[in-house]
């Protein structure tokens, strides 16, 4: 069993930064690969990044490559997404989840191959 909770959103101008954090907490947590995903109103659950447990590979989402790092904190069993030059279009809730390891061959950006989510942290961008 994985926990996962997130923190960190709230509601920033457009071209500002924000900083997510999800504490990760469980018996296994060395063999996840941890991910962030957002879904807007209206829209499906989307991929923005996702980190290895070593943090040797991480992904992002085509739209936020650039803008957004995601990074862990093995010690604090922490991950976050520095979020920067955010745009309208980044508002959603924000989740972070976690997936066995074997989700890097071929299913890291699929929202089905993941076990374990947090509760979401809302992220609003006011143009």
């Known amino acids: 069993q994985v926990q996962l909770v997130e923190s960190g959103g709230g509601l920033v101008q457009a071209g500002g930064s924000l900083r997510l954090s999800c504490a990760v907490s469980?018996?296994?947590?060395?063999?996840?690969?941890t991910g962030w995903f957002r879904q807007a109103p209206g829209k499906e659950r989307e991929f923005v990044a996702a980190i290895t447990w070593s943090a040797d590979n991480t992904y992002y989402a085509d739209s936020v490559k650039g803008r957004f790092t995601i990074s862990r904190d093995n010690a604090k069993n922490m991950v976050y997404l520095q979020m920067n030059s955010l745009k309208p279009e980044d508002t959603a809730v924000y989740y972070c989840?976690?997936?066995?390891?074997?989700?890097?061959?071929?299913?890291?950006?699929?929202?089905?191959?993941?076990?374990?989510w947090g509760q979401g942290t809302q992220v609003t961008v006011s143009s």
């Open positions: 989840a976690a997936a066995r390891s074997t989700v890097v061959f071929g299913g890291v950006r699929d929202p089905g191959r993941y076990d374990y």
């Open positions: 469980g018996r296994t947590v060395s063999s996840y690969v």
